[in-house]
């Protein structure tokens, strides 16, 4: 009985996007007035979905091909050459992530596995695919039956996962226009939900609580594990574990063989973090909308519809997006008091760095008055958090600094999404760079 009572499972995300979807149209959608701007504005934010579940898709795709191609590997490995315990039956579950190229096979052994005479060292993806021809008897692959490296095809997980970056950056790119033009706008329009203020409410604590229930059931998983290595961050934060809030987003056993050997407190820390941060953008949402704008149930609605967006799902054990997302809104809470507005701003921008972009438009605002004590209050919470990473050894001191405040050279190796091997051409950021500092300097 307490199993049935008490059992949770955590949806899908395709079934989410579709649930939150249409949630969304229900609770906030005009019917009788089908041609305006809040209309055009919830349509916006229900394109970012397509290209989320793409790329989660394809990540999720990848990760099922290279744990299949583990399995084989560690299969074909023979019984007198492992080693009971050894690192590599633990690791087994990351063997293909962070395995070194071994030495090459002689003439003959290659020919026999199906591996191009001539192809250079013998890697682990090398393994498995001539194990799996192995058994087709005087048969060798040439190069033309080998895919074309760094060309995705257009069933292939890293096909999925550009097309769903691309999505993305269509609509972000829509999303952007909007916000641009919005300013020419005379009358903006007011959000006023389909639903009173108490079915708002019940609603929104409901979502909370299961939100906060995947972060609570979830499974610490160690940080940069899964995914594309990340940009500039702080190196304290990095060493707090993701939580992952996905049903397949569960972290293989190698992975909580190596928590378990680190401090148990680190993932509660994590949790805490997460459900605090999370609390604090509901709260401070809530908050604008009553102290900001007289009108308290725009701030729920918008809170509401902050917890029904499947990036939030998706997202809400991440503390580099959540952490960095509260304190803005706390900000924007505290814009009346400018020294606790630069603080909070000073603690986004030295977490995660991209922060340190809308500073201009601050600057902006407080021109004439409190820009003192809004610099003030940024360059101490930069300090602060500049001094606490001496916690981790003055020898890496400089390296973290870097790190903090991407203070390295645009990179044009090693890159993924819409910028990976066969994509677009890694030249092509520079330009966007150069657009994305001027616009936020403008």
Known sequence: MSHLLLYYQRPEPATWVFLSSFLLLSVY???????????????????????LMMVYEGRRMHLAQDQSLTTEVLASRPMASRQVGSAADRDGARFMATAQPAQPLPQSQQTAQGLAP??????????????????????????????TPGVPSETSPASLEFYGFIALLLACLLLMIRMLIDPAFVRRPLLIPNLSIGGLSFIGVSLFLFLMANIITS????????????????????????????????????????????????????????????????????????????????????AVMYLLLPYTAQMTGNLEHIVPAALLVLALLAYRQPLVAGMLMGLAAGLVYYPLFLLPLW????????????????????????????????????????????????????????????????????????????????
């Open 118 to 147: 001539e192809g250079g060292p013998e890697t682990l993806l090398g393994k498995a695919i001539g194990n799996s021809t192995r058994g087709l008897s005087g048969s060798t692959l040439s190069n033309d039956d080998y895919p």
């Open 363 to 442: 600057i902006s605002f407080y021109w004439h008055r409190g820009l003192k004590r809004l610099l003030g209050g940024v360059g101490a919470s930069l300090l602060l958090l500049s001094g606490l990473l001496l916690l981790e050894g003055f020898e890496a001191f400089g390296d973290h600094l870097r790190s903090m405040y991407g203070l390295w050279l645009p990179r044009m190796d090693g890159l993924v999404g819409v910028w990976g091997p066969g994509r677009f051409h890694a030249d092509f950021r520079l330009p966007v760079l150069a657009a994305f500092i001027l616009l936020s300097a403008s």
């Open 29 to 51: 959608f005009v019917f009788h007035r089908f041609f305006c701007i809040r209309n055009l504005d919830i349509l916006l934010l229900i394109l970012l979905a397509p290209g």
């Open 219 to 302: 499974s610490p998983l160690e940080q940069r594990e899964r995914g594309p290595a990340l940009g500039p961050g702080y190196a304290l934060l990095n060493m707090l574990p993701e939580l992952p809030t996905t049903p397949d987003g569960e972290p293989t056993g190698s992975s909580v063989d190596r928590l378990e050997d680190q401090e148990h407190w680190l993932p509660n820390v994590a949790r805490i973090l997460a459900i605090l941060s999370n609390l604090a953008i509901v709260l401070g949402i809530v908050g604008v909308g009553y102290w900001h704008f007289d009108n308290v149930k725009t701030g729920i609605g918008c």
